[in-house]
């Protein structure tokens, strides 16, 4: 395993804002490549699963 406070490759993140709400991810560069090469639309899967979050946040009643 990876140790991930050693890990100098930079870091991809993804955060979405919406209505106050946020929802992010974020993959470690070399993680990603290495995914990528199995998983032609990493970054497309990576960013809808942000939506979904997103979409599931905000169904959450909030407390006034």
Avoid at 11 to 25: L, M, P, R, S
Wanted: charged content about 20%.
């Amino acid at each position: 395993m990876h140790n991930e406070l050693t890990n100098q490759s930079g870091i991809i993140k993804v955060e979405i804002q919406k209505d106050g709400k946020t929802a992010h991810a974020s993959i470690y560069v070399d993680h990603y490549l290495r995914l990528l090469k199995h998983h032609k639309g990493m970054g497309d899967t990576m960013i809808q699963s942000v939506l979904t979050e997103l979409d599931i946040i905000q169904s959450i009643p909030t407390i006034d």
